[in-house]
């Protein structure tokens, strides 16, 4: 097949979308499809793919790309590049990342647009069911796929740390209330045994909110146990989560999926994470959730865990099973049998 890729943004920047779209564009290529990606995002890193991408593509690029395609595929709706489509009749599959609405939670025009765009697609693929049940009931649920070759368990790495949280450092993330709860698990913690060892905290990330985070820290006197790592990536990142034990994603925010959950997993980490939209889908049998927004339910989870062994145990023993759902093979050959469907009527 001849696949034409539709996704917004792409490398360098990141997020779960462009993850998303590296993932599956590399996955189609193993397959021995040819595939070719359109982007608005510019690159001067020169970073070259198993696939061709092209940036910034104008009216005559937009045209000459949908011709060559036996399939249209938009990773998200993405109706700047999609609209030739309505004039070059191609087979058309598109993949809902996020929710389709305001950040209100209200429907504005432009959301309205693209859910009649949806109905225009051959197949739509929502990656939770969350995302299916608000924006298009009749979706196709298939989870996200991880970076499987970064994202892996290091046989030489000891976890000496006990609770790391990895995300960008804004309202909507939580990370308030990691330091929240390390503050009541240290206080619970020396009022029942003031000889335990007191749990760790590191914050990988950065944004808007770390100076209000690092003002927390000093308030609740945690110095000693929380450290600001900064944003990291790659390896650093990977050697960074194999030293955690548990991964805290307490988003107050309805994640539509929440890859982090895959990541910390796939190095060991047992994820904690709030019950907010995707979250659950993410997480599986192989973690805990709580109630979102609520601090005391993110205690009580973290006690849980920590006083009964055989709970990590069992989560740890269930992640593989799940990490195999969310390999990037298994999830392409969905997409691909979807399309080759899809081409066959």
């Avoid at 598109?94 to 197949?123: H, M």
């Avoid at 990895?166 to 709860?181: E, F, N, P, Y």
Wanted: overall charge positive; some cysteine.
């Amino acid at each position: 097949m001849k696949i034409l890729i539709l996704s917004h943004k792409f490398f360098p920047n990141i997020g779960g979308i462009e993850v998303n779209s590296e993932i599956l564009a590399n996955a189609f290529c193993a397959a021995g499809h040819k595939v070719r990606l359109l982007t608005w995002s510019k690159d001067r890193t020169g970073k070259l793919f198993s696939f061709e991408v092209i940036r910034n593509p104008g009216l005559i690029i937009l045209f000459k790309e949908h011709f060559w395609a036996d399939i249209i595929f938009e990773n998200n709706p993405c109706l700047r590049m999609a609209w030739p489509s309505l004039i070059i009749s191609r087979p058309s599959v598109i993949a809902l990342n996020t929710w389709i609405s305001r950040p209100n939670g209200t429907v504005g025009l432009i959301d309205k647009i693209k859910l009649s765009w949806l109905k225009r697609a051959s197949k739509v693929i929502a990656v939770s069911d969350a995302i299916r049940k608000r924006c298009f009931v009749n979706a196709i649920v298939i989870g996200n796929p991880y970076k499987n070759h970064e994202f892996k368990i290091l046989a030489d790495s000891p976890r000496i740390r006990d609770f790391v949280f990895l995300g960008r450092l804004v309202s909507d993330k939580g990370a308030d209330q990691t330091i929240m709860a390390l503050h009541k698990i240290t206080r619970l913690n020396l009022k029942e045994n003031p000889l335990n060892i007191l749990p760790t905290l590191t914050i990988v990330g950065d944004g808007p909110e770390r100076a209000k985070l690092e003002h927390l820290v000093e308030k609740y006197s945690l110095k000693d146990q929380v450290r600001f790592t900064g944003s990291l990536v790659g390896e650093v990142l990977t050697s960074c989560l194999n030293q955690h034990r548990f991964i805290l994603i307490p988003s107050t925010w309805e994640e539509p999926f929440g890859n982090v959950a895959l990541e910390g997993m796939a190095c060991g980490c047992v994820p904690i994470a709030s019950d907010s939209g995707g979250l659950s889908d993410a997480v599986g049998e192989a973690g805990l959730t709580f109630t979102r927004g609520d601090s005391d339910a993110l205690v009580d989870c973290i006690q849980a865990i920590l006083k009964n062994p055989e709970i990590e145990k069992r989560l740890q023993d269930a992640a593989p099973g799940h990490l195999r759902k969310h390999h990037p093979y298994v999830v392409s050959k969905k997409y691909l049998d979807i399309f080759e469907n899809v081409l066959r009527s």
